[in-house]
């Protein structure tokens, strides 16, 4: 019987959030479902599962997104099925906020503000603390999140940009920041040398 693939879900899977999680991946010795990505998820979660199993690593980051989809979308459909599925270890999740107080709320464990400071609320799409100081993220694909019970959800901006401060030419540094909180938290790092403690910092 094979080993379960360890899984971190993403949501959000425009171009630059692409690179930029193709990026990490690499960073943490990890892969990244790129084709999971897109405006909405162009995948159903069958597809993706498979694409999960392909990866050449045990540790895999998987993109998904609504495009701004009223009510549930194809990406948080993706998102529920392979949080469900079986075959893998769900570390957790990173709940990516949108620009709009209307989109739905997702409670988060902790977010990563723009300056890779971690706190025990929201943040805004700039990476800014939410002004509220409550433990939710507001985005168009982390509804289903709140359903899921999963074991680490963290709040962030923007991936690849939170006003240049995510950039992919310095390695988006706050999503790594991000990821490596998931990890942490999961209990991942405990049992792996994915990251060293010298790498830890964005």
Same mark, same amino acid.
């Given at each position: 019987?094979?080993?379960?693939?360890?899984?971190?879900?993403?949501?959000?899977?425009?171009?630059?959030?692409?690179?930029?999680?193709?990026?990490?991946?690499?960073?943490?010795?990890?892969? =990244?479902? =790129?084709?999971?990505?897109?405006?909405?998820?162009?995948?159903?979660?069958?597809?993706?599962?498979?694409?999960?199993?392909?990866?050449?690593?045990?540790?895999?980051?998987? @993109?998904?997104?609504?495009?701004?989809?009223?009510?549930?979308?194809?990406?948080?459909?993706?998102?529920?099925?392979?949080?469900?599925?079986? /075959?893998?270890?769900?570390?957790?999740?990173?709940?990516?906020?949108?620009?709009?107080?209307?989109?739905?709320?997702?409670?988060?464990?902790? =977010?990563?503000?723009?300056?890779?400071?971690?706190?025990?609320?929201?943040?805004?799409?700039?990476?800014?603390?939410?002004?509220?100081?409550?433990?939710?993220?507001?985005?168009?694909?982390?509804?289903? @999140?709140?359903?899921?019970? &999963?074991?680490?959800?963290?709040?962030?901006?923007?991936?690849?940009?939170?006003?240049?401060? /995510?950039?992919?030419?310095? /390695?988006?540094?706050?999503?790594?920041?991000?990821? &490596?909180?998931?990890?942490?938290?999961?209990?991942? &790092?405990?049992?792996?040398?994915?990251?060293?403690?010298?790498?830890?910092?964005?």
């Amino acid at each position: 019987m094979p080993t379960k693939k360890s899984i971190i879900l993403i949501t959000d899977g425009d171009t630059i959030a692409v690179r930029a999680i193709e990026r990490v991946a690499n960073r943490i010795g990890g892969r =990244s479902i =790129s084709r999971s990505g897109g405006n909405p998820t162009p995948l159903e979660g069958p597809k993706i599962q498979r694409l999960i199993w392909e990866a050449a690593s045990d540790l895999v980051l998987v @993109l998904f997104d609504d495009n701004g989809h009223t009510g549930v979308g194809p990406g948080e459909r993706a998102l529920q099925y392979i949080a469900t599925c079986k /075959d893998f270890q769900v570390l957790g999740a990173l709940a990516v906020a949108s620009n709009s107080y209307s989109s739905v709320a997702a409670r988060v464990h902790v =977010s990563v503000t723009k300056f890779g400071q971690i706190i025990p609320y929201g943040v805004d799409k700039h990476g800014e603390p939410l002004k509220q100081k409550l433990p939710f993220i507001y985005g168009d694909t982390v509804g289903v @999140l709140n359903e899921l019970n &999963l074991p680490v959800v963290v709040g962030i901006g923007d991936i690849g940009k939170m006003r240049g401060r /995510d950039i992919i030419d310095r /390695d988006s540094p706050i999503t790594y920041r991000a990821v &490596l909180e998931i990890l942490r938290r999961s209990g991942y &790092l405990k049992k792996t040398k994915t990251a060293t403690s010298k790498d830890n910092n964005p």
